[in-house]
């Protein structure tokens, strides 16, 4: 199976399934001599972990990292970084009802059919619990970037939206509740939607945005390795994303050019920044915003029609530990890619 390592300098590896004995990953080409706060990365699995409120899957796994090489005395030291997340609250049998069916919007009958072979037991490889060792990674890279801010939070669930630009936003209230919107009001109104739908043994999708300050210009590369273009593909590598824009985005099509560009202040800053950052695919030294859609999460806990291995068509109802909203956990996963990005830009960079 290709398509498990992304990056070329800041590289990252990713190995494990859902339900097998652990997760892992191996980051390569991390600088020598960075210090690492192990807390810091810890914090971010926590963001990151199952269980942590009413509104996520019910599934209680810890989420320690344990690294195995590439460290000495805290610091990295420019080999290999192995790490490895172990799973310690696997329910298989949650998923012996689908080891004959294929579930509708999940990986099941594309892997089967590519491979020849699955794993049902929570999807396996497909499963969104691979993005764990992304966090890991994403963690380590922050601590490359340490004069980089990067804040996502979730702007919209179903049709619930922030209706504040994010430069209104207070970026330290975003963990200050189950859903991760830094607006109180709008996240209550979020949470109350989400518990809702759960309920209803349904689901709902929602969008993140992601800000990134302190960005120095010259990150990105022409004509096939834009910054916009990687942050892109790095974010619809995220399980259950299907949209992606940056900047004025998709609203852009609606506009003049007289509108629409980005006039110079003497300094080389510039006046509006519906470029979102990044000029010609190179980062302008402004802010950098983008924002990710995620569908709602395909199990359901009601009655669906699937496909059988038999090419039957039967009713069957979902069933174990699922998310109705993936958005609030998806947070640190889209911060993680972003940083993994920027530090494989930043590495690139200093290389001329």
Avoid: W
């Amino acid at each position: 199976m290709a398509g498990n390592s992304y990056g070329t300098l800041f590289r990252i590896t990713t190995f494990g399934e859902s339900h097998g004995e652990a997760l892992g990953g191996i980051i390569d080409g991390c600088p020598p001599g960075v210090e690492l706060d192990f807390n810091l990365i810890q914090i971010e699995m926590q963001r990151r972990k199952p269980g942590q409120s009413y509104i996520v899957t019910q599934r209680k796994e810890d989420d320690e990292v344990q690294f195995l090489s590439g460290i000495f005395e805290g610091k990295t030291t420019g080999t290999p970084i192995g790490f490895i997340i172990p799973n310690t609250n696997q329910k298989s049998d949650d998923y012996s009802h689908i080891k004959d069916t294929y579930r509708p919007s999940h990986a099941d009958y594309v892997y089967e059919k590519k491979y020849g072979i699955r794993d049902y037991r929570g999807g396996g490889r497909s499963s969104a619990r691979e993005t764990a060792s992304r966090v890991v990674a994403g963690a380590v890279a922050k601590q490359i970037l340490k004069d980089i801010k990067i804040n996502a939070f979730v702007s919209s669930v179903g049709t619930i939206f922030i209706d504040k630009p994010y430069q209104d936003l207070d970026f330290s209230k975003t963990e200050n509740n189950a859903v991760r919107c830094p607006d109180l009001a709008t996240a209550e109104k979020m949470e109350n939607y989400i518990k809702e739908i759960k309920k209803q043994g349904d689901t709902v999708g929602g969008t993140i945005t992601c800000v990134i300050q302190n960005v120095p210009i010259g990150l990105g590369e022409p004509v096939f390795d834009k910054l916009h273009a990687e942050l892109g593909k790095a974010m619809l590598s995220i399980n259950a994303v299907k949209g992606f824009e940056y900047g004025s985005g998709f609203c852009s099509s609606q506009m003049k050019g007289s509108e629409h560009n980005d006039l110079y202040n003497s300094d080389g800053t510039t006046k509006s920044n519906l470029s979102g950052g990044i000029q010609g695919g190179i980062s302008n030294g402004m802010d950098i915003y983008f924002r990710v859609a995620f569908k709602p999460v395909a199990t359901l806990i009601q009655k669906q029609d699937v496909l059988t291995t038999n090419n039957t068509i039967i009713e069957q109802q979902g069933k174990g530990r699922h998310d109705p909203c993936v958005v609030p956990r998806a947070v640190p996963i889209v911060e993680a890619m972003a940083a993994i990005v920027l530090a494989d830009f930043y590495l690139l960079n200093k290389i001329y």
